[in-house]
C-alpha cells in the first residue's frame, strides 16, 4: 500500500422499495474514514476500463485505504458494468460486507437510475457508510437519502483525477472533518482554464438549508419518480457537462414546472463545463449564462454560479442533507455541520 496522502485520523430482510416510504428519516451520519479504512469499489453505472479501473485502486492506495473490488466491477453489458442483478448485487454486498467501510464508485456514466426500484433500503438503513460519486450516482445519493436519512456525498469518482484542492476538500469534509468548512468560487487572482469556471451571481443574497442536487440530467431525469426529494427550503446545487444551453433550459424548466424547486431557498450551481452553443453553429442560441439568467434569475433566491464541483478537477466534496449558507457576495458555500461522525 502506497503512504497515505492525506493526514487519516484513527476513529474508534424483507426488502421495502424506496416507493414505500413515507416521512422524514432522521439524518444518519456515517463514520469518518480513517487511515487504512477499507473501500469497497463498486461500478454501478456504465463499465470500466481495466487500466481505469487499475488507476481507480492506485488513487485509493494513494489515499491510504485497502481496497476490495465488488465481485462484478469488472463485469460489461452494452453501456451498463454488468446487468442490473450484477450492478444491484454489488450495492448491496458494499453496504453488507462488515468489513467494507466507505462505498466508493469507480465511475458514473448511464445505468444507476435503472436499479432505483429493486434497491434493499433495509441494508443501507441497517449498515450506514460513506458512499461517494457524481454525475450519474446522483441517482443513488438522491433515493438512498429520502429512503434511509443517510448522508451521501457528491464528489470524486475513484477513477478520478485528485489534484491538490479536490484532496483538501475531500479530506476537511469525510477524513477530518470541518464545521463551517468553507468552499470558494476561485478570486480574481486565479488563472482560470476557461470561460465556464469564471463565477458570477444570477441573483445576490445569503440563503441556508439542508444540501440536495447533483447532476442536473439525473435531477430531471428523476422528476416525477418517488425519488427525487423536496426542495422546499433546501439549498440546492446543481452541475453538467456538455449540454448545448437550449438542453440547459429544458432540464431546468421541467424541474421548474413538476418539482418544488422554486421554493428552494438558494441554488449553488458548480461549472457546467462544454454547454456553450457548439461554435459555428447555423441554429440561434443564448450563451449559458444568459440561459441560465433567464431560467433561475427570477425566483427570487440566491443563485451563484462558478462554484467549484462537478465534472472538473477541482471537485469538491458536498454531503447530502447537511446545513449549507450560501453567500453570493462572498462567493462561499459553508458547510455549517460536520458531515461524518
Not at 234 to 247: A, H, L, N, T
Not at 267 to 294: H, M, R, W
Request: glycine letters at 10%; proline letters at 7%; charged letters at 20%.
Amino acid at each position: 500500500m502506497a503512504a497515505a496522502s492525506l493526514a487519516l485520523p484513527s476513529t474508534g430482510t424483507a426488502s421495502m422499495p424506496v416507493s414505500a416510504e413515507i416521512g422524514h428519516w432522521a439524518i444518519q451520519k456515517p463514520a469518518a474514514l480513517r487511515e487504512g479504512a477499507v473501500v469497497g469499489l463498486i461500478a454501478p453505472g456504465s463499465p470500466i476500463s481495466d487500466t481505469r479501473l487499475e488507476q481507480a485502486i492506485q488513487n485509493m492506495f494513494n489515499l491510504g485505504f485497502a481496497v476490495k473490488e465488488g465481485r462484478n466491477i469488472r463485469q460489461k453489458y452494452g453501456y451498463l458494468a454488468g446487468t442490473d442483478e450484477q450492478r444491484l448485487a454489488d450495492i448491496h454486498w458494499a453496504f453488507s460486507d462488515p468489513e467494507v467501510e466507505a462505498v466508493w464508485c469507480v465511475r458514473g456514466g448511464y445505468g444507476c437510475g435503472r436499479l432505483l426500484p429493486d434497491i434493499d433500503m433495509d441494508i443501507i438503513r441497517r449498515n450506514p457508510k460513506i458512499i461517494i460519486g457524481y454525475s450519474d450516482i446522483t441517482a443513488l445519493h438522491l433515493a438512498i437519502h429520502k429512503a434511509t436519512g443517510l448522508v451521501c456525498f457528491h464528489g470524486p469518482v475513484a477513477a478520478s483525477e485528485y489534484p491538490e484542492n479536490t484532496l483538501k476538500h475531500l479530506n476537511s469534509v469525510l477524513v477530518q472533518p470541518q464545521k463551517n468548512y468553507v468552499i470558494s468560487v476561485p478570486d480574481e487572482t486565479e488563472e482560470l482554464p476557461g470561460t465556464a469556471f469564471k463565477p458570477y451571481t444570477i441573483s445576490p443574497g445569503k440563503a441556508q438549508g439542508a444540501l440536495i442536487g447533483g447532476n442536473l440530467a439525473l435531477l430531471s431525469a428523476l422528476a416525477g419518480t418517488p425519488y427525487l426529494p423536496s426542495f422546499a427550503g433546501k439549498m440546492v446545487f446543481i452541475e453538467d457537462i456538455g449540454e448545448q444551453p437550449y438542453r440547459i433550459d429544458r432540464m431546468l424548466i421541467q424541474l421548474l414546472q413538476s418539482t418544488d424547486l422554486k421554493q428552494a431557498a438558494g441554488i449553488a450551481l458548480g461549472v457546467f463545463y462544454d454547454c456553450q452553443p457548439k461554435s459555428g453553429g447555423t441554429i440561434p442560441s443564448l450563451s449559458l449564462e444568459e440561459t441560465l439568467n433567464d431560467c433561475l434569475g427570477r425566483l427570487g433566491i440566491p443563485v451563484l454560479y462558478g462554484l467549484p464541483f462537478g465534472h472538473v478537477q477541482h471537485n469538491a466534496t458536498l454531503p447530502y442533507g447537511i446545513e449549507a449558507a450560501l453567500d453570493t457576495e462572498k462567493g462561499t458555500l459553508t458547510l455549517l455541520e460536520e458531515a461524518v461522525k
